[in-house]
Nanobody
Framework: QVQLVESGGGLVQAGGSLRLSCTDS????????MAWFRQVPGKEREFVAA????????NYARITQGRFIISGDSAKKTVYLHMNSLKADDTAVYYC????????????????WGQGTQVTVSL
């Protein structure tokens, strides 16, 4: 069974930073890309960043504009999202996703999802 456990969300002022963590606490997956998506009410879940823990491929969405950094630890089956210079528009529920390949940016290619962690950026 796969279980993605997310942590690190919360309330932060604009311009501040947060670090999200996601650990795969279940069985080892064959596909080694993990990613972060985010969603606000009434909108589709959108890609933020992905990393392949096997080959190091990293992809970012344009929305990160160089403010976010994704990193991972394959031994711990953990991925991190370091978010800097946060803006009010970054307010969303952030979801960890796993079991895709080659740093995929496509939501439908991920077979496992976490419960989400709320990030709120205040002005």
């Amino acid at each position: 069974q796969v279980q993605l456990v997310e942590s690190g969300g919360g309330l932060v002022q604009a311009g501040g930073s947060l670090r999200l963590s996601c650990t795969d606490s279940g069985r080892t997956l064959s596909a080694t890309t993990m990613a972060w998506f985010r969603q606000v009410p009434g909108k589709e879940r959108e890609f933020v960043a992905a990393i392949d823990l096997s080959n190091g491929i990293i992809n970012y969405a344009r929305i990160t504009q160089g403010r976010f950094i994704i990193s991972g630890d394959s031994a711990k089956k953990t991925v991190y999202l370091h978010m800097n210079s946060l803006k009010a528009d970054d307010t969303a529920v952030y979801y960890c996703a796993a079991d895709a390949q080659y740093g995929s940016i496509w939501r439908y290619q991920y077979r496992h999802w976490g419960q989400g962690t709320q990030v709120t950026v205040s002005l």
